[in-house]
Protein backbone atom coordinates (compact mmCIF):
# COMPACT_ATOMS: atom_id res chain seq x y z
CA UNK A 1 0.00 0.00 0.00
CA UNK A 2 2.83 2.33 0.83
CA UNK A 3 4.23 1.45 -2.21
CA UNK A 4 1.51 2.31 -4.22
CA UNK A 5 1.41 5.82 -2.47
CA UNK A 6 4.77 6.67 -3.38
CA UNK A 7 3.90 6.03 -7.06
CA UNK A 8 0.76 8.19 -7.09
CA UNK A 9 2.66 11.07 -5.19
CA UNK A 10 5.23 10.19 -8.30
CA UNK A 11 2.48 10.38 -10.98
CA UNK A 12 1.17 13.73 -9.22
CA UNK A 13 3.96 15.65 -9.45
CA UNK A 14 5.31 14.44 -12.81
CA UNK A 15 2.04 16.22 -13.97
CA UNK A 16 3.76 19.74 -12.87
CA UNK A 17 6.81 18.43 -15.29
CA UNK A 18 4.58 18.03 -17.98
CA UNK A 19 3.02 20.72 -17.38
CA UNK A 20 5.89 23.12 -17.68
CA UNK A 21 7.83 21.02 -19.45
CA UNK A 22 9.49 24.25 -21.55
CA UNK A 23 10.63 25.65 -18.08
CA UNK A 24 12.17 22.44 -17.16
CA UNK A 25 13.99 21.90 -20.57
CA UNK A 26 15.35 25.57 -20.13
CA UNK A 27 16.71 24.63 -16.34
CA UNK A 28 17.92 21.55 -17.34
CA UNK A 29 20.12 23.74 -20.42
CA UNK A 30 21.41 26.11 -17.83
CA UNK A 31 22.16 23.26 -15.13
CA UNK A 32 24.22 21.45 -17.81
CA UNK A 33 26.01 24.84 -18.39
CA UNK A 34 26.21 25.54 -14.45
CA UNK A 35 28.31 22.47 -14.24
CA UNK A 36 30.44 23.09 -16.85
CA UNK A 37 31.48 26.40 -15.36
CA UNK A 38 31.79 24.90 -12.15
CA UNK A 39 34.18 22.26 -13.15
CA UNK A 40 36.06 25.20 -15.45
CA UNK A 41 37.43 26.44 -11.94
CA UNK A 42 39.67 23.76 -11.35
CA UNK A 43 40.57 23.46 -14.75
CA UNK A 44 41.70 27.61 -14.58
CA UNK A 45 43.56 27.23 -11.09
CA UNK A 46 45.22 24.23 -12.59
CA UNK A 47 46.33 26.29 -15.72
CA UNK A 48 47.23 29.10 -13.88
CA UNK A 49 49.24 27.59 -11.11
CA UNK A 50 51.19 25.36 -13.86
CA UNK A 51 51.83 28.33 -15.71
CA UNK A 52 53.58 30.78 -12.94
CA UNK A 53 55.54 27.74 -11.74
CA UNK A 54 56.82 28.01 -15.31
CA UNK A 55 57.14 31.74 -15.56
CA UNK A 56 55.17 31.66 -19.00
CA UNK A 57 54.12 35.47 -18.57
CA UNK A 58 51.84 35.88 -21.88
CA UNK A 59 49.97 32.78 -21.29
CA UNK A 60 49.42 33.81 -17.59
CA UNK A 61 48.10 36.99 -18.69
CA UNK A 62 45.63 35.34 -21.27
CA UNK A 63 44.18 32.77 -18.39
CA UNK A 64 43.79 35.81 -15.88
CA UNK A 65 41.08 36.90 -19.11
CA UNK A 66 39.52 33.09 -19.14
CA UNK A 67 39.10 33.51 -15.40
CA UNK A 68 37.50 36.85 -15.66
CA UNK A 69 34.62 35.16 -18.39
CA UNK A 70 33.99 32.29 -16.21
CA UNK A 71 33.66 34.64 -13.03
CA UNK A 72 30.40 36.92 -15.30
CA UNK A 73 29.07 33.86 -16.84
CA UNK A 74 28.95 31.80 -13.57
CA UNK A 75 27.51 35.12 -12.49
CA UNK A 76 24.57 35.34 -15.44
CA UNK A 77 23.64 31.51 -15.07
CA UNK A 78 23.88 31.27 -11.54
CA UNK A 79 21.33 34.13 -11.39
CA UNK A 80 18.96 32.84 -14.52
CA UNK A 81 19.55 29.38 -12.71
CA UNK A 82 17.89 30.82 -9.48
CA UNK A 83 15.38 32.77 -11.32
CA UNK A 84 13.76 29.99 -12.90
CA UNK A 85 13.88 27.50 -10.24
CA UNK A 86 11.96 30.39 -8.06
CA UNK A 87 9.26 30.82 -11.32
CA UNK A 88 8.78 26.97 -11.23
CA UNK A 89 8.07 26.73 -7.37
CA UNK A 90 6.08 29.72 -7.65
CA UNK A 91 4.20 28.15 -10.41
CA UNK A 92 3.65 24.90 -8.57
CA UNK A 93 2.31 26.79 -5.43
CA UNK A 94 -0.09 28.62 -6.67
CA UNK A 95 -1.64 26.21 -9.29
CA UNK A 96 -1.92 23.59 -6.27
CA UNK A 97 -3.07 26.22 -3.81
CA UNK A 98 -6.10 27.11 -6.66
CA UNK A 99 -6.58 23.49 -7.27
CA UNK A 100 -6.88 22.31 -3.48
CA UNK A 101 -9.39 25.08 -2.49
CA UNK A 102 -11.36 24.81 -5.14
CA UNK A 103 -11.34 20.82 -4.53
CA UNK A 104 -11.99 21.02 -0.73
CA UNK A 105 -15.46 23.94 -1.96
CA UNK A 106 -16.39 20.51 -3.47
CA UNK A 107 -16.16 17.21 -0.62
CA UNK A 108 -18.85 16.17 0.72
CA UNK A 109 -20.00 17.47 4.11
CA UNK A 110 -19.06 14.47 6.42
CA UNK A 111 -15.67 15.25 4.69
CA UNK A 112 -15.33 18.68 6.97
CA UNK A 113 -17.67 17.11 9.65
CA UNK A 114 -14.50 14.66 10.22
CA UNK A 115 -11.85 17.09 9.16
CA UNK A 116 -11.20 20.76 11.36
CA UNK A 117 -11.18 23.76 8.83
CA UNK A 118 -7.37 24.32 10.22
CA UNK A 119 -6.15 21.06 8.85
CA UNK A 120 -6.87 22.43 5.16
CA UNK A 121 -5.59 25.90 5.72
CA UNK A 122 -2.64 23.80 6.88
CA UNK A 123 -2.23 21.76 4.04
CA UNK A 124 -2.90 25.19 1.90
CA UNK A 125 -0.10 26.76 3.19
CA UNK A 126 2.69 24.86 4.47
CA UNK A 127 2.28 21.56 2.96
CA UNK A 128 1.89 23.33 -0.95
CA UNK A 129 4.73 25.72 0.01
CA UNK A 130 6.87 22.97 0.49
CA UNK A 131 5.82 20.89 -2.87
CA UNK A 132 6.69 24.28 -4.38
CA UNK A 133 10.28 24.00 -2.94
CA UNK A 134 10.23 20.14 -3.84
CA UNK A 135 9.56 20.97 -7.45
CA UNK A 136 11.82 24.02 -7.79
CA UNK A 137 15.50 23.84 -6.26
CA UNK A 138 15.34 20.46 -4.24
CA UNK A 139 13.78 18.54 -7.34
CA UNK A 140 17.01 20.33 -9.65
CA UNK A 141 19.88 19.99 -6.65
CA UNK A 142 18.95 16.42 -6.40
CA UNK A 143 19.57 15.60 -9.95
CA UNK A 144 22.53 18.35 -10.17
CA UNK A 145 24.45 16.76 -7.19
CA UNK A 146 25.02 12.98 -9.15
CA UNK A 147 25.65 14.88 -12.19
CA UNK A 148 28.46 17.14 -11.11
CA UNK A 149 29.95 14.09 -8.97
CA UNK A 150 29.94 11.82 -11.85
CA UNK A 151 31.51 14.69 -14.62
CA UNK A 152 33.89 15.67 -11.43
CA UNK A 153 35.13 11.61 -11.21
CA UNK A 154 35.60 11.21 -14.76
CA UNK A 155 37.82 14.57 -14.67
CA UNK A 156 39.61 13.31 -11.59
CA UNK A 157 40.36 10.05 -13.81
CA UNK A 158 41.91 11.86 -16.79
CA UNK A 159 44.13 13.30 -14.28
CA UNK A 160 45.71 10.89 -12.02
CA UNK A 161 43.26 7.74 -11.83
CA UNK A 162 44.81 5.71 -8.77
CA UNK A 163 44.12 8.47 -6.41
CA UNK A 164 40.52 9.18 -8.14
CA UNK A 165 39.66 5.50 -7.45
CA UNK A 166 40.84 5.73 -3.86
CA UNK A 167 38.77 9.41 -2.55
CA UNK A 168 35.59 8.47 -5.17
CA UNK A 169 34.60 5.62 -2.73
CA UNK A 170 33.65 8.93 0.01
CA UNK A 171 31.10 9.91 -2.00
CA UNK A 172 28.55 7.24 -2.30
CA UNK A 173 29.32 6.69 1.38
CA UNK A 174 27.92 10.31 2.13
CA UNK A 175 24.99 8.69 0.07
CA UNK A 176 24.68 6.37 2.10
CA UNK A 177 24.99 7.79 5.42
CA UNK A 178 22.38 10.52 4.10
CA UNK A 179 19.45 7.88 3.25
CA UNK A 180 19.29 6.71 6.94
CA UNK A 181 19.39 10.17 8.13
CA UNK A 182 16.28 10.59 5.75
CA UNK A 183 14.65 8.17 6.47
CA UNK A 184 14.16 9.62 10.26
CA UNK A 185 13.30 13.11 8.72
CA UNK A 186 10.51 11.74 6.74
CA UNK A 187 8.89 9.89 9.61
CA UNK A 188 9.21 12.68 12.07
CA UNK A 189 8.42 15.65 9.78
CA UNK A 190 4.78 13.84 8.76
CA UNK A 191 4.62 14.26 13.00
CA UNK A 192 5.65 17.97 12.91
CA UNK A 193 2.97 18.29 10.19
CA UNK A 194 0.42 17.01 11.65
CA UNK A 195 1.42 19.01 15.08
CA UNK A 196 1.29 22.61 13.12
CA UNK A 197 -2.21 21.54 11.38
CA UNK A 198 -3.40 21.01 14.66
CA UNK A 199 -1.90 24.42 16.23
CA UNK A 200 -3.63 26.16 13.00
CA UNK A 201 -7.01 24.57 14.39
CA UNK A 202 -6.79 25.61 17.51
CA UNK A 203 -5.79 29.60 16.62
CA UNK A 204 -8.75 29.75 14.33
CA UNK A 205 -11.31 28.41 17.18
CA UNK A 206 -9.55 30.68 19.51
CA UNK A 207 -9.48 33.47 17.21
CA UNK A 208 -13.49 32.98 16.12
CA UNK A 209 -14.34 33.03 19.69
CA UNK A 210 -12.61 35.58 21.38
CA UNK A 211 -16.07 37.09 22.19
CA UNK A 212 -16.82 33.77 24.23
CA UNK A 213 -13.24 33.40 25.26
CA UNK A 214 -13.46 36.87 27.17
CA UNK A 215 -17.00 36.80 28.48
CA UNK A 216 -15.34 33.39 30.92
CA UNK A 217 -12.18 34.32 31.02
CA UNK A 218 -10.78 31.72 28.80
CA UNK A 219 -7.69 33.61 28.26
CA UNK A 220 -5.55 31.40 30.77
CA UNK A 221 -7.33 27.93 29.56
CA UNK A 222 -6.50 28.68 25.61
CA UNK A 223 -2.93 29.81 26.31
CA UNK A 224 -2.35 26.91 28.03
CA UNK A 225 -3.63 25.45 25.20
CA UNK A 226 -1.96 26.55 22.41
CA UNK A 227 1.50 26.40 25.00
CA UNK A 228 1.18 22.60 24.46
CA UNK A 229 0.42 22.44 21.13
CA UNK A 230 3.33 24.94 20.76
CA UNK A 231 5.93 23.09 22.64
CA UNK A 232 4.66 19.72 20.86
CA UNK A 233 5.86 21.48 17.52
CA UNK A 234 8.90 22.41 19.15
CA UNK A 235 10.21 18.73 20.61
CA UNK A 236 8.97 17.27 16.79
CA UNK A 237 11.00 20.14 15.16
CA UNK A 238 13.81 20.07 17.97
CA UNK A 239 14.14 16.56 16.52
CA UNK A 240 14.18 17.39 12.85
CA UNK A 241 17.06 19.82 14.78
CA UNK A 242 19.10 16.76 16.13
CA UNK A 243 18.23 14.40 12.77
CA UNK A 244 20.09 17.50 10.34
CA UNK A 245 23.03 18.18 13.07
CA UNK A 246 23.69 14.51 13.14
CA UNK A 247 23.35 14.50 9.09
CA UNK A 248 25.83 17.60 8.60
CA UNK A 249 27.90 16.33 11.28
CA UNK A 250 28.79 12.96 9.50
CA UNK A 251 29.04 14.80 5.88
CA UNK A 252 31.25 17.06 6.85
CA UNK A 253 33.79 14.30 8.99
CA UNK A 254 33.86 12.55 5.96
CA UNK A 255 34.25 15.88 3.50
CA UNK A 256 37.57 17.31 5.60
CA UNK A 257 38.44 13.27 5.66
CA UNK A 258 38.32 12.86 2.13
CA UNK A 259 40.22 16.54 1.73
CA UNK A 260 43.29 14.70 4.52
CA UNK A 261 43.35 11.75 2.10
CA UNK A 262 43.20 13.64 -0.90
CA UNK A 263 45.88 15.80 0.23
CA UNK A 264 47.97 13.30 1.61
CA UNK A 265 47.99 10.99 -0.77
CA UNK A 266 48.45 13.90 -3.51
CA UNK A 267 51.58 15.17 -1.81
CA UNK A 268 52.99 12.06 -2.01
CA UNK A 269 52.35 11.72 -6.00
CA UNK A 270 53.51 14.99 -6.05
CA UNK A 271 56.87 14.22 -3.98
CA UNK A 272 56.83 11.46 -6.76
CA UNK A 273 56.87 13.15 -9.36
CA UNK A 274 53.50 11.35 -10.82
CA UNK A 275 51.46 15.15 -10.69
CA UNK A 276 52.59 18.41 -10.85
CA UNK A 277 51.11 21.08 -8.18
CA UNK A 278 48.33 22.56 -10.00
CA UNK A 279 46.87 18.90 -10.77
CA UNK A 280 47.16 18.61 -7.20
CA UNK A 281 44.83 21.62 -6.53
CA UNK A 282 42.81 20.81 -9.84
CA UNK A 283 42.29 17.31 -7.65
CA UNK A 284 41.28 19.19 -4.46
CA UNK A 285 39.09 21.45 -6.18
CA UNK A 286 37.62 18.74 -8.10
CA UNK A 287 36.78 16.50 -5.16
CA UNK A 288 34.94 19.02 -3.38
CA UNK A 289 32.11 18.46 -6.47
CA UNK A 290 32.30 15.10 -5.24
CA UNK A 291 32.19 15.21 -1.92
CA UNK A 292 29.84 18.16 -1.26
CA UNK A 293 26.87 17.61 -4.22
CA UNK A 294 26.70 13.94 -2.13
CA UNK A 295 27.05 16.01 1.48
CA UNK A 296 24.67 18.25 -0.12
CA UNK A 297 22.24 15.66 -1.20
CA UNK A 298 22.02 13.97 2.27
CA UNK A 299 20.68 17.40 3.52
CA UNK A 300 18.24 17.56 0.43
CA UNK A 301 17.09 13.85 0.90
CA UNK A 302 15.79 14.47 4.37
CA UNK A 303 14.11 18.49 3.13
CA UNK A 304 12.67 16.33 0.16
CA UNK A 305 11.84 13.37 2.54
CA UNK A 306 10.05 16.41 4.45
CA UNK A 307 8.04 17.73 1.48
CA UNK A 308 6.77 14.15 0.43
CA UNK A 309 4.51 13.99 3.98
CA UNK A 310 3.22 17.43 2.94
CA UNK A 311 2.70 16.06 -0.82
CA UNK A 312 0.89 13.01 0.90
CA UNK A 313 -0.85 14.81 2.76
CA UNK A 314 -2.22 16.98 -0.34
CA UNK A 315 -3.05 14.31 -2.34
CA UNK A 316 -5.00 12.84 0.25
CA UNK A 317 -7.34 14.89 0.16
CA UNK A 318 -6.84 16.05 -3.63
CA UNK A 319 -8.46 12.26 -3.85
CA UNK A 320 -11.34 12.34 -1.80
CA UNK A 321 -14.62 11.92 -4.13
CA UNK A 322 -16.33 15.51 -4.63
CA UNK A 323 -19.77 15.67 -3.73
CA UNK A 324 -20.85 16.67 -7.37
CA UNK A 325 -19.47 13.32 -8.70
CA UNK A 326 -22.54 11.52 -6.95
CA UNK A 327 -24.61 13.10 -9.60
CA UNK A 328 -25.09 11.67 -13.03
CA UNK A 329 -24.69 13.63 -16.22
CA UNK A 330 -27.97 14.61 -17.33
CA UNK A 331 -29.09 17.45 -19.06
CA UNK A 332 -31.15 19.80 -16.27
CA UNK A 333 -34.94 20.15 -16.66
CA UNK A 334 -35.40 23.51 -15.62
CA UNK A 335 -38.58 23.82 -13.66
CA UNK A 336 -39.82 27.00 -11.82
CA UNK A 337 -42.42 26.38 -10.02
CA UNK A 338 -43.24 23.50 -7.03
CA UNK A 339 -45.72 20.78 -7.56
CA UNK A 340 -45.43 18.46 -4.58
CA UNK A 341 -41.79 17.15 -2.22
CA UNK A 342 -42.19 13.92 -1.06
CA UNK A 343 -39.85 11.56 1.45
CA UNK A 344 -40.08 7.83 0.83
CA UNK A 345 -38.40 5.39 3.50
CA UNK A 346 -35.93 8.10 4.10
CA UNK A 347 -33.56 7.25 6.64
CA UNK A 348 -30.01 8.63 7.47
CA UNK A 349 -27.78 7.19 9.86
CA UNK A 350 -24.82 10.04 11.59
CA UNK A 351 -22.08 8.12 13.00
CA UNK A 352 -23.21 4.66 13.51
CA UNK A 353 -26.49 6.59 15.11
CA UNK A 354 -29.99 6.51 13.06
CA UNK A 355 -31.23 10.34 12.57
CA UNK A 356 -33.70 9.56 10.20
CA UNK A 357 -35.90 6.85 10.64
CA UNK A 358 -37.60 5.50 7.50
CA UNK A 359 -39.37 8.61 7.00
CA UNK A 360 -42.66 9.33 4.68
CA UNK A 361 -43.45 12.43 3.86
CA UNK A 362 -45.56 14.27 1.35
CA UNK A 363 -46.41 17.85 0.68
CA UNK A 364 -48.51 19.86 -1.86
CA UNK A 365 -47.72 22.80 -3.67
CA UNK A 366 -47.23 26.41 -2.30
CA UNK A 367 -47.11 27.41 1.23
CA UNK A 368 -45.51 27.15 4.23
CA UNK A 369 -44.43 23.79 6.17
CA UNK A 370 -42.85 24.00 9.89
CA UNK A 371 -41.06 21.33 11.15
CA UNK A 372 -41.38 21.05 15.18
CA UNK A 373 -39.75 18.70 17.43
CA UNK A 374 -37.32 18.41 20.49
CA UNK A 375 -33.56 18.82 19.98
CA UNK A 376 -31.95 16.05 18.50
CA UNK A 377 -35.36 14.82 16.62
CA UNK A 378 -33.67 15.31 12.80
CA UNK A 379 -35.15 18.82 11.81
CA UNK A 380 -32.04 20.24 10.91
CA UNK A 381 -30.64 16.76 9.40
CA UNK A 382 -34.08 17.14 6.34
CA UNK A 383 -32.37 20.26 5.24
CA UNK A 384 -29.32 18.66 4.06
CA UNK A 385 -31.00 15.23 2.94
CA UNK A 386 -33.20 17.67 0.56
CA UNK A 387 -29.74 19.07 -1.21
CA UNK A 388 -28.67 16.07 -0.93
CA UNK A 389 -25.38 16.59 0.89
CA UNK A 390 -25.13 13.47 3.01
CA UNK A 391 -25.54 9.98 1.59
CA UNK A 392 -29.21 8.76 2.86
CA UNK A 393 -31.53 5.24 2.21
CA UNK A 394 -34.95 5.86 0.53
CA UNK A 395 -36.36 8.54 -2.24
CA UNK A 396 -36.53 11.84 -2.04
CA UNK A 397 -38.77 13.83 -4.83
CA UNK A 398 -39.30 16.72 -5.82
CA UNK A 399 -42.14 17.41 -8.44
CA UNK A 400 -42.09 13.45 -8.76
CA UNK A 401 -38.86 13.23 -9.46
CA UNK A 402 -36.03 11.52 -7.93
CA UNK A 403 -33.12 14.46 -6.21
CA UNK A 404 -30.27 11.96 -6.93
CA UNK A 405 -31.00 12.21 -10.97
CA UNK A 406 -30.30 15.82 -11.02
CA UNK A 407 -27.29 17.72 -11.73
CA UNK A 408 -25.46 19.57 -8.83
CA UNK A 409 -26.68 23.11 -10.59
CA UNK A 410 -30.25 21.41 -10.80
CA UNK A 411 -30.93 20.47 -7.63
CA UNK A 412 -29.54 23.53 -5.67
CA UNK A 413 -31.37 25.86 -8.32
CA UNK A 414 -34.46 24.96 -6.42
CA UNK A 415 -33.02 26.31 -3.11
CA UNK A 416 -33.01 29.65 -0.91
CA UNK A 417 -31.21 28.86 2.78
CA UNK A 418 -31.76 31.37 5.72
CA UNK A 419 -29.55 30.06 8.49
CA UNK A 420 -30.67 30.65 11.98
CA UNK A 421 -27.28 32.64 12.18
CA UNK A 422 -26.34 34.49 8.97
CA UNK A 423 -23.51 33.12 7.29
CA UNK A 424 -21.59 36.63 5.79
CA UNK A 425 -18.08 36.42 4.07
CA UNK A 426 -15.65 39.25 4.55
CA UNK A 427 -16.34 41.71 1.70
CA UNK A 428 -19.02 44.21 1.04
CA UNK A 429 -22.67 44.46 1.01
CA UNK A 430 -22.98 43.95 -2.67
CA UNK A 431 -21.03 40.66 -2.72
CA UNK A 432 -22.63 39.40 -0.19
CA UNK A 433 -26.10 39.79 -1.79
CA UNK A 434 -24.75 39.39 -5.13
CA UNK A 435 -21.81 37.16 -5.41
CA UNK A 436 -21.83 36.19 -8.80
CA UNK A 437 -22.46 39.78 -10.36
CA UNK A 438 -25.98 38.23 -12.32
CA UNK A 439 -28.00 41.43 -10.78
CA UNK A 440 -28.31 44.70 -12.47
CA UNK A 441 -28.73 47.53 -9.83
CA UNK A 442 -32.68 48.12 -10.47
CA UNK A 443 -33.13 44.04 -9.55
CA UNK A 444 -30.63 45.32 -6.52
CA UNK A 445 -32.98 48.30 -5.36
CA UNK A 446 -36.21 45.65 -5.39
CA UNK A 447 -34.15 43.09 -3.80
CA UNK A 448 -32.99 45.62 -0.74
CA UNK A 449 -37.09 47.34 -0.43
CA UNK A 450 -38.43 43.65 -0.27
CA UNK A 451 -35.62 42.53 2.14
CA UNK A 452 -36.46 45.78 4.01
CA UNK A 453 -32.26 46.46 4.27
CA UNK A 454 -32.97 49.25 2.15
CA UNK A 455 -32.56 51.91 4.83
CA UNK A 456 -29.54 49.71 6.20
CA UNK A 457 -27.86 50.39 3.46
CA UNK A 458 -28.39 53.58 2.64
CA UNK A 459 -27.35 54.45 6.15
CA UNK A 460 -24.14 52.52 6.26
CA UNK A 461 -21.04 54.65 4.57
CA UNK A 462 -20.44 53.49 1.14
CA UNK A 463 -24.04 51.79 0.85
CA UNK A 464 -23.56 48.61 -0.90
CA UNK A 465 -19.57 49.00 -0.37
CA UNK A 466 -19.39 48.99 2.59
CA UNK A 467 -17.55 46.28 4.14
CA UNK A 468 -18.74 44.16 6.56
CA UNK A 469 -15.89 42.72 8.42
CA UNK A 470 -15.27 39.42 8.74
CA UNK A 471 -18.47 36.95 8.99
CA UNK A 472 -20.36 40.79 9.24
CA UNK A 473 -19.17 41.61 12.35
CA UNK A 474 -19.55 45.50 11.54
CA UNK A 475 -22.76 44.23 11.37
CA UNK A 476 -25.86 44.12 14.13
CA UNK A 477 -27.85 40.36 14.00
CA UNK A 478 -30.90 42.07 12.92
CA UNK A 479 -28.95 43.46 10.11
CA UNK A 480 -27.38 40.66 9.18
CA UNK A 481 -30.36 39.02 8.79
CA UNK A 482 -31.71 41.49 6.40
CA UNK A 483 -28.81 41.55 4.11
CA UNK A 484 -29.21 36.88 4.42
CA UNK A 485 -32.63 37.11 3.56
CA UNK A 486 -31.68 39.90 0.67
CA UNK A 487 -29.35 37.53 -0.76
CA UNK A 488 -32.07 34.73 -0.72
CA UNK A 489 -34.23 36.67 -2.35
CA UNK A 490 -31.60 37.26 -4.74
CA UNK A 491 -31.50 33.75 -6.11
CA UNK A 492 -35.26 33.81 -6.16
CA UNK A 493 -35.30 29.67 -6.21
CA UNK A 494 -38.94 28.12 -5.60
CA UNK A 495 -38.19 26.48 -2.23
CA UNK A 496 -36.98 28.69 0.59
CA UNK A 497 -35.25 26.73 3.90
CA UNK A 498 -35.68 28.72 6.64
CA UNK A 499 -34.16 28.31 10.29
CA UNK A 500 -36.30 30.45 12.30
CA UNK A 501 -33.56 33.65 12.31
CA UNK A 502 -35.44 35.87 14.57
CA UNK A 503 -35.37 34.01 18.04
CA UNK A 504 -32.36 36.07 19.40
CA UNK A 505 -33.67 39.15 18.33
CA UNK A 506 -34.83 42.19 19.96
CA UNK A 507 -38.40 43.53 18.98
CA UNK A 508 -37.55 45.91 16.48
CA UNK A 509 -35.17 43.92 14.75
CA UNK A 510 -37.27 40.93 15.41
CA UNK A 511 -40.33 43.08 13.49
CA UNK A 512 -38.10 43.99 10.11
CA UNK A 513 -36.83 40.69 9.93
CA UNK A 514 -39.93 39.38 9.81
CA UNK A 515 -41.44 41.77 7.20
CA UNK A 516 -38.37 40.48 5.21
CA UNK A 517 -39.13 37.15 5.62
CA UNK A 518 -42.78 37.81 4.89
CA UNK A 519 -41.63 39.02 1.48
CA UNK A 520 -39.29 36.45 0.40
CA UNK A 521 -41.68 33.04 0.94
CA UNK A 522 -44.49 34.82 -0.64
CA UNK A 523 -44.86 32.30 -4.28
CA UNK A 524 -42.64 29.82 -2.93
CA UNK A 525 -42.44 26.52 -0.92
CA UNK A 526 -41.37 27.23 2.72
CA UNK A 527 -39.86 24.91 4.97
CA UNK A 528 -39.28 26.76 8.24
CA UNK A 529 -37.47 25.10 11.29
CA UNK A 530 -39.48 26.46 14.54
CA UNK A 531 -37.55 27.30 17.70
CA UNK A 532 -40.64 29.73 18.90
CA UNK A 533 -44.08 27.75 18.09
CA UNK A 534 -45.91 31.01 18.13
CA UNK A 535 -43.98 31.94 15.02
CA UNK A 536 -45.76 29.34 13.38
CA UNK A 537 -49.54 29.20 14.24
CA UNK A 538 -50.23 30.06 10.32
CA UNK A 539 -48.24 27.47 8.98
CA UNK A 540 -50.20 25.83 6.64
CA UNK A 541 -48.68 22.24 7.39
CA UNK A 542 -46.98 21.49 10.84
CA UNK A 543 -44.62 18.22 10.95
CA UNK A 544 -43.69 17.36 14.78
CA UNK A 545 -40.94 15.09 14.40
CA UNK A 546 -39.48 12.58 17.45
CA UNK A 547 -36.28 10.65 17.37
CA UNK A 548 -35.99 11.08 13.52
CA UNK A 549 -40.35 10.10 12.59
CA UNK A 550 -43.05 11.94 12.26
CA UNK A 551 -45.35 11.74 15.15
CA UNK A 552 -48.01 14.00 14.55
CA UNK A 553 -49.03 16.09 11.17
CA UNK A 554 -51.81 18.75 10.95
CA UNK A 555 -52.30 22.51 11.61
CA UNK A 556 -51.96 24.71 14.98
CA UNK A 557 -55.08 24.09 15.66
CA UNK A 558 -55.65 20.18 14.62
CA UNK A 559 -52.41 19.41 16.84
CA UNK A 560 -53.07 21.48 19.51
CA UNK A 561 -57.07 19.77 20.04
CA UNK A 562 -54.95 16.04 19.48
CA UNK A 563 -53.33 16.98 22.55
CA UNK A 564 -49.85 15.45 21.70
CA UNK A 565 -46.36 16.06 21.56
CA UNK A 566 -47.05 19.35 19.67
CA UNK A 567 -49.59 20.47 22.35
CA UNK A 568 -47.31 19.60 24.87
CA UNK A 569 -44.42 21.62 23.54
CA UNK A 570 -46.42 24.58 22.59
CA UNK A 571 -47.71 25.23 26.10
CA UNK A 572 -44.29 23.83 27.88
CA UNK A 573 -42.87 27.18 25.98
CA UNK A 574 -45.44 29.71 26.70
CA UNK A 575 -45.31 28.44 30.52
CA UNK A 576 -41.62 28.95 30.27
CA UNK A 577 -42.09 32.48 28.32
CA UNK A 578 -44.26 33.23 31.50
CA UNK A 579 -42.30 32.51 34.04
CA UNK A 580 -39.46 34.59 32.15
CA UNK A 581 -42.01 37.86 31.99
CA UNK A 582 -42.76 37.54 35.81
CA UNK A 583 -38.89 37.31 36.40
Same mark, same amino acid.
Given at each position: MENENKKLIRRELFHFVKKKKFLYLLLCFTMIIGILLDLALPWFMMNVTNIAVLEDGDRF???????????????????????????? =???????????????SLLLPLTYHDKNHSGSIVSKLTNDVNAIGDLMGSVFFSIIRGPLVAIVAFIYLLTIHWPLALICGLIGPLTL????????????????????????????????????????????????????????????????????????? =????????????????????????????????????????????????? =??????MQSSLAGAERVFETMHEQPWVDKFPSILPMNQTSIKSIEFQNVSFAYQDKLVIKDLNLKIRGQGVVALVGPNGAGKSTLFKLLQNFYDYAGAILI??????????????????????????????????????????????????????????VEALPGGLNFHIGEKGSKLSGGQKQRIAIARA??????????????????NQSERNVNKAITNLMKGKTTFVIAHRLSTITDADLI?????????????????????????????????????????
Open positions: SFFIWVGVLILFANFFFHYFDVFLKNKV =ASFVRNDMRKKLFAHCVGAVFGKAMKKNSILLQERMAKAVELVQDVLAGIPIIRSYSLEKTMNEKYVNSSDRIYEHDLKNGKISAGLQ =ATSSFIGILSFLLAFGLGSYFVMEESISIGELIAFIQLLNHIVWPFTGL =AGLWGQNNRNIVTMTPEELLSYFSVVPQESCLFTGTILENINPNDQLSMDDMDRILEFSHAKDLLAKAAPILLLDEATSALDVVLDDGKVVELGDHDQLLSEKGLYHRLYHAQFKHEDELVIQ
